[in-house]
């Protein structure tokens, strides 16, 4: 999955929703399940999501949404190896991107 989110500091719950296609009650719930999502909250109480959480909602949107992980093989699959996830997900991206490329390039021949 490619994000499309502008470069910015922090992100409101609504931009980080939209960007991800899902309704902003499943970014609160994965807060609450995986302690690796930590907004800032401001005066308000508002989230306010940094660029590592993206990052890890990236991951965790991979392996549950993309991938069919249950919650619970999604904390343990992070638990173990989560460097390696990164990594792989870094991989996949980046051919995608390529990929997104190429068929640019394929469609003005």
Do not use: C
């Amino acid at each position: 999955m490619h994000v499309n989110l502008p470069k910015k500091i922090y992100y409101k719950i609504g931009e980080v929703a939209k960007a991800f296609g899902v309704n902003t009650s499943l970014i609160r719930f994965w807060e609450k399940e995986f302690d690796i999502i930590k907004p800032k909250k401001n005066a308000k109480g508002n989230r306010l999501f940094t660029q590592e959480d993206i990052k890890n909602f990236k991951l965790i949107f991979n392996l549950v949404k993309e991938r069919g992980f249950t919650l619970e093989g999604a904390k343990q699959k992070l638990r173990k190896n989560p460097e390696s996830i990164f990594n792989n997900h870094e991989i996949i991206t980046r051919l995608e991107a390529v990929r997104s490329e190429l068929q640019k390039i394929k469609n003005q021949l």
